[in-house]
């Protein structure tokens, strides 16, 4: 399994500010690149990695464009993301 930091350099979300450094493949070990779509781990902004492994907000054309197994992987990380933060549960739970 590679390392979940190689191939990605380090960006900021535009959603929520996180430091976000590390990319895991949905079904699959492949590291990201330029092109391939990323979900924000902490408020499941939608992502597209560029040239030289960072991250930058998806545009509304992108979004509009993706095709339909896309947009359900992306649907479906972001509600395991949400649910994962829900108060109680996820790591920047306000609640703890
Ligand atoms: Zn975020």
Not at 24 to 35: L, Y
Request: proline share 9%.
């Amino acid at each position: 399994m590679p390392d979940p930091r190689d191939d990605v350099t380090p960006s900021t979300c535009p959603g929520c500010g996180a430091r976000l450094d590390a990319a895991s493949g949905v079904g699959h070990d492949e590291r990201p690149k330029p092109g391939d779509w990323s979900i924000c781990f902490r408020c499941a902004r939608p992502l597209v990695f560029i040239e030289g492994g960072a991250l930058r907000e998806a545009t509304a054309a992108e979004l509009a464009g993706v095709d339909a197994e896309t947009a359900d992987a992306l649907r479906e990380a972001q509600a395991a993301i949400r649910s994962y933060h829900l108060p109680g549960r996820g790591p920047i739970s306000r609640n703890s």
